[in-house]
């Protein structure tokens, strides 16, 4: 593709702004000349070669092309008769340059990039003209049928439009017109416009009309041209363009699509607050700051600021962008209300919306699964839990007793209001993990199990996990535990304050059951606190007061007493349905520790939602055991019917395909 500039003309109507260079020379802003602009587009378009028609104070021209160090290459041909020719002849004489596809311009024509942009991306021949402005007297306007350029000329006035000699011209439908231009200019018709040998064709050069509207597209023939054109210039270049962000890793994808946003105008780049990140895909691997400062970085981006919610209300309420840019992935799909919402917004203070393509490129999903696997790694997962709660301030854990239940757990997206609800962390539930091996919750699964499992589980997973340590046994055990789970990248270890043959608290006081002292097990945090090795790793005690009916004082003296011993979070538990002595603990402990975090396994007490638990002071809520709750009658419920049928088709309803099942196991 090459552009094609027609600068040979005198431009006589500009008056003394002509007296010294060609007229495309002249000053549209203090920045910028009418063809500085234009070059400027057609490089930042991607087009590198541009042939330009001279003859007016043409060695004027050709420095100062030269001046302007855009990468282009030129080619220059000079009309030797341009003051007795019009520019038909001037493009007859660069005909050998012009064996290709065109981008055609007149040297004196101003465009908005929002034009210049349609126009790249026609992808047939066309012509831009406007259905909005009125017809001009004097000016060029063009016949329509059907969509189709049929005429063009200052004397065509029905079925017209006004138009602008912006062409983009494919190159079979350029040579038919270029074989005209010559045989016009081969038989001495050299005064009129090349127009003019289009119009002879009928349409054979198949132009589309390329409808621009409002938008700025006109040529400057005098000085008033000259002010209203830079006047509209100067509120284009003014307008604010507004983007948002929700990414880590700036990808060539991401800069094509800030390059062709900034040419909309002054660009705002909106960076999502983690949390607003975190529940619209998965916890970012940097925070907000530092994903900041990647945009600050960008050229042309004006200003970058913090977008909190996935909603853009608050920040286009804030800086009342004129245009809103996205990619175009978001007219379905769980994002459409987020759009819904913006379109009405920009709608009420009469913005505008521009959607780009969205690139769906190969490489970029393997930058999607390198930064999984990042995800993946000890050292990032380890801290992530710690990130979360200090962004969300609750967060939401599922339990996970293998790789499939892990995978579940990573994967289950429900969408809601434009962004997507999934669990933030994992629980490797004691009960849970036994259970799977048909074995009693009585620590009778070692370690060494307990750690292959965990294993299991983060070699498909990403979300960080919370182990059930369950007593976290001997002092002299617990520290090389607390390092083995650190070094594996578990974010925190849950312990309970039990000592002896622990049974699961869902039995309470039915089964016999020893509390630990408070001296004992807080020895223990302590031993485990100096054990481990990176800050992130957190501890959590838990109290069985309240489980072994010993009361709400014994529960919150040693909440005091485990927080002080160096506890990172405090689990308090209760096996009533009533959820009454759970909130008055949070309540009670709330009173005189405002900051470390509160822990709730809610199986029994399950009718509060996680917002009041928020509201209540209630940091962690962890859903222990409903996976395994769901798969057990599922399972029994489908060999019943085998052994009742003695053939499998009946069960085969309940049944999920394994087509179906594999799709949760994620490809290398
Ligand atoms: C577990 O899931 O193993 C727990 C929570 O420790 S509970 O079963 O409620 O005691
Ligand atoms: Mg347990």
Redesign the pocket.
Known sequence: MKALILNSGLGSRMGALTSEHPKCMTEISSRQTILSRQLTQIADAGITEVVITTGYYDEVLVDYCKSLDLPLNFTYVKNLIYDKTNYIYSIYCAREYLQDDIILMHGDLVFENEVFDKVLASESSCMTVSSTLPLPEKDFKAQIRDGMVMKVGVDIFEDALEAQALYKLNREDWKVWLDEISAFCEAGNTKVYAENALNELNGAANIAALDVGDLLCAEIDTPEDLAVVSARLKKIENRTVYMCFATDIIHGGHIAIIRKARRLGKLIIGVLSDEAVASYKRFPLLPAVERMRLFENIAGVSRVVEQRTLSYRENLEKYYPDIVVHGDDWCTGFQKPIRDEVVSILESYGGKLVEFPYSRDEKYKELQRRERAELAMPDIRRGRLKRVLDTKGLVTVMEAHDGLTGLIVENTVVHENGGAHQFDAMWV???CDSTAKGKP?IELVDMTSRFRTIDDIMEVTTKPIIF?G?TGGLTEHFVYTVRTLERMGVSMIIIEDKTGLKK?SLFGTEVVQMQDSIENFSAKIRAGKKAQRTKEFMICARIESLILERGMEDALTRAFAFAEAGADAIMIHSRKKDPSEIQEFIEKFRAKDSTTPIVLVPTSFNSVTEEEWKARGANIIIYANQLMRAEVPAMQKAAETILKNHRAEECDAMLMPFKEIIRLIPEE
Do not use: E, G, R, T
């Open positions: 539930s004691s009960l919750d059930d369950d699961n």
